[in-house]
């Protein structure tokens, strides 16, 4: 059923129109392919980083899972949850930062893997309801995070991530051959595989370039020796969805940057829903924009509230999206549903999950090194767009004098109560709450004094 409003436009599917099962399928499987790397990626670099290689295949399933339930209901819209349209829910990066530095918290104290992750679970869980309770406040909230602040805390957590990249790159973490020439070599051929790929003309070599340059990187790894195919472990060949696998704990020090991130993450998703409005061809103003914007926002949260539920961490509107409903003209919502049912039946076999933990450190970093480069580059797209007038450069200066210091010399906040160590000892916290305060408290440039500034007076 294609309609004749979608015909005069770009659109081949418009929001409301319905392919048929054979085209859904072929559009959601586009979406799935732009994806799935950056669901699956998250999971890699948290379980790498904390040491919880036995519990990666189940976290991965479930990271697929719970993706595709949270796409179905943003497509779907049940009792007014969703933005009824393709928002395809992923493993967020913006929270990686703030993950770790829970789980190297409970791992300080001595914690097990499972005490991690029910701690990571249950601060997130928590988290959860500031963007399900945020959503009801889109319109206060974008007065008080303003894109200025925004593509602050975007950059620095594009920046900060880039650390565990490079560090993957090297070998991982601790690893016995640390910086080898192998490592690095590898590491340096999928990255440039997937800058040269995405500099191809073919808009689905584009697409696919992140998988493409870690299979040629795993290939490579496989011919060298690198990757070492390890006996699959003994799995369930379903993998079914336990409610709060690991347990259940909480600690405010872990809570308040991973609110912090819900809260930036709240704001991203309003941009990319409102991309998604001007790419349906629908309102990006008025009430029925700001009630996509509320059903999105709180789709988010609910996504966020089953992925903690479910051992999956947190989810977000993958910005990714936007780019595949542009190439495909396919904006039909009725193809998040294909998606969501798609990466459900992905996250029922674990082996699947197995397979791909068996990627190497070098390989995994190559492609994360561009993934978090990227998150960095599009925080300073957002700052390219902002008025730099001398009160946004002096909240741009402080906030990343701030964060980025705190980051280069870590034994800072020592002296200081544990307290303030564990919520301020990350750039994402410290530059982010100084990006906020200071847009509250620094008074906005006079008109004629920013006109003069303007034209160079």
């Known amino acids: 059923m294609h309609s004749e409003a979608t015909s005069n436009t770009d659109l081949i599917y418009g929001l409301e129109d319905r392919p048929n099962p054979l085209q859904s399928f072929c559009a959601a499987l586009q979406h799935v392919l732009a994806s799935v790397v950056g669901i699956i990626t998250p999971p890699l670099v948290i379980g790498g980083a904390l040491g919880l290689g036995e519990h990666l295949p189940y976290l991965i399933s479930m990271a697929l899972m719970v993706s595709g339930v949270g796409t179905f209901i943003q497509a779907r819209r049940p009792l007014g949850i969703g933005a009824g349209m393709i928002c395809l829910q992923g493993t967020s990066f913006a929270f990686l930062g703030a993950v770790l530095a829970a789980g190297f918290l409970v791992k300080s104290r001595g914690g097990s893997p499972e005490d991690i992750l029910a701690m990571i679970f249950g601060v997130c869980f928590f988290g959860a309801f500031v963007q399900v309770v945020l959503s009801r406040f889109i319109g206060q909230l974008r007065r008080i995070i303003t894109p ?17 990249g ?8 601790k690893a016995a051959d640390f910086g080898a020439p ?10 440039l595989t997937i800058i040269l790929l ?6 689905w070599v584009r697409l696919s370039s992140i998988l493409i340059g870690l299979v040629v990187g ?14 699959l472990p003994d799995l369930p060949l379903i993998s079914m969805p336990v409610p ?29 829903l409102t991309a998604n409005c001007m790419l349906s061809r629908k309102p990006f103003e008025g009430p029925e924009y700001e009630a996509r914007l509320k059903g999105g ?28 409903i542009q190439l495909t003209g396919v904006a ?38 561009v993934m978090f480069g990227s998150v960095a580059a599009a925080g300073i797209r957002i700052l390219a767009q902002v008025d730099l007038d001398r009160r946004s450069l002096l909240i741009i200066a402080g906030s990343f004098g701030v964060g980025l210091g705190v980051a280069a010399q870590p034994t800072l906040l020592h002296q200081m109560p544990q307290i303030v160590q564990s919520l301020f000892d990350s750039a994402i916290t410290c530059g982010g709450v100084t990006a906020i305060l200071l847009s509250l408290l620094l008074p906005s440039e006079p008109a004629r004094e920013t006109a003069l500034e303007s034209s160079g007076i």
Do not use: M
């Open 244 to 272: 709060f696998k690991f347990g259940f704990s909480f600690d405010w020090t872990a809570f308040i940057p991973v609110a912090l991130i819900y809260l930036i993450s709240t704001i991203e998703t309003v941009g990319d």
């Open 182 to 191: 192998g490592n690095l070599a590898l590491g340096a051929l999928v990255l």
């Open 166 to 173: 490079i560090t993957d790159i090297g070998g991982g973490f």
């Open 332 to 369: 039909s919502r009725h193809v998040g549903l294909y998606i969501g049912a798609v990466l459900l039946v992905l996250g029922l076999f674990p082996l699947i999950g197995a397979l791909l933990q068996q990627i190497p450190k070098p390989v995994l970093g190559g492609a994360t090194l």
């Open 198 to 203: 995405n500099r191809s003309r073919n808009p």
């Open 297 to 324: 926002v709180l789709g988010d949260g609910v996504s966020c509230l089953i992925a903690a539920t479910f051992s999956a961490f947190p989810n977000t509107t993958f910005a990714q999206n936007n780019g595949v």
């Open 218 to 231: 795993s290939l490579v790894a496989l011919a060298t020796g690198k990757l070492a195919p390890q006996p």
């Open 148 to 164: 200025l602040v925004t593509g602050i805390v975007i950059t620095l957590i594009g920046v900060s991530l880039i650390k565990v």
